[in-house]
């Protein structure tokens, strides 16, 4: 594995009134059910964030740790949730079952992803709150299983944090590499640098692994409640895909990340350069077009003028 990400090819372009106004460079990798790479652009052995995408890889290192968790509470460790009350409530009784309080999230405060659910916190005289915030189920999941183990709560985000020090070998062992370098999410926990080609191989293991392996079981959870892990807005790709594709993992991350599988088809993982969100849907549609996957519903993106559809974000990949 190459030691930076070096950058990719054109991906993407946006075309407004018919004129292509601008284009996203970026990364895809394709992988077959074998693993091998069928299609590729860009830079794809070069290191990168994966961001919220690897939160279920790190969901499987939390059970390999001992956590202990239902279905639906392992969906929302693997969770970038839009902090509907669904979530709220769920991430509560994890914490109060555990004997955990609140106070104990290291997540920063944060107001909901969900504009009506944010739109009630002000409405109720609430500010920005840990618990609001998209990744306080892993967070959540994180002190659990610290305290489960009787390891200090107050520094779980520490890398050399005994929790964390399990994680990262989970997420390399997933992965079939060492991490390429080691930041700070933006949810303050630890953040391992990835390749594509790595990142799409463990979401492959995830959904080839055998019922009633620790890896089957967080693809299991995410599939069978993809509202935990976004939301109940048919306009979240993660949810609304997961619905509607049989047995599709699907998990996006920050700047443009996003990394999917199909257990015997394969798997795809994608990074736009310049973190543009809107040119993730249109890569990945391509994408799994070359395993033979057609997403429903339309894959280009459309750009608004004046209230109005005035063009497109498609794919030229």
């Known amino acids: 594995m190459s030691d930076l990400y070096s950058g990719g090819e054109m991906l993407t372009e946006v075309v407004r009134n018919g004129v292509v106004e601008s284009r996203h460079l970026g990364s895809v990798v394709v992988l077959d059910a074998q693993g091998e790479v069928a299609a590729w652009a860009g830079d794809v052995l070069g290191a990168v964030f994966p961001r919220s995408s690897a939160k279920p890889l790190q969901a499987v290192g939390l059970l390999r740790a001992g956590l202990v968790a239902t279905e639906a509470e392992l969906a929302l460790v693997a969770a970038s949730h839009r902090g509907q ?120 293991r995830l959904v080839g692994a055998p019922a009633g392996s620790q890896e089957r079981a967080v693809a299991d959870a995410m599939r069978a409640h993809p509202v935990l892990v976004s939301g109940d807005d048919e306009a979240e790709d993660d949810t609304r895909l997961m619905r509607a594709v049989p047995g599709l993992l699907l998990k996006s991350g ?18 736009i350069d310049d973190g543009g969100m809107r040119a993730r849907l249109p890569v990945l549609g391509a994408a799994l077009a070359r395993l033979g996957v057609a997403l429903p519903g339309r894959v280009e993106v459309t750009v608004f003028g004046g209230g109005r559809e005035v063009g497109v974000v498609r794919s030229v990949w």
Not at 116 to 134: I, Q, S, W, Y
Not at 255 to 270: H, I, R, S, T
Request: aromatic share 4%; hydrophobic share 45%.
């Open 85 to 204: 009350a669904v979530h709220l409530a769920a991430v509560r009784r994890m914490l109060e079952e555990s004997g955990i309080g609140v106070e104990a999230l290291g997540c920063p405060p944060d107001y909901p992803l969900s504009e009506d659910a944010r739109d009630a916190v002000v409405r109720a005289g609430h500010g920005r709150e840990p618990l609001f915030m998209n990744c306080s189920g892993k967070h959540a999941g994180m002190l659990r299983t610290a305290k489960a183990n009787g390891w200090p709560l107050a520094t779980y985000l520490d890398p050399d944090h005994p929790l964390q020090r399990r994680l990262t070998a989970t997420v390399e062992e997933l992965a079939g590499e060492p991490a390429g370098a080691t930041g700070v999410d933006g949810c303050g926990a630890p953040l391992l640098a990835l390749s594509l080609r790595g990142l799409a191989g463990a979401f492959l």
């Open 254 to 271: 920050a700047e443009g990340v996003a990394a999917a599988a199909l257990p015997g088809v394969g798997a795809v993982a994608l990074k």
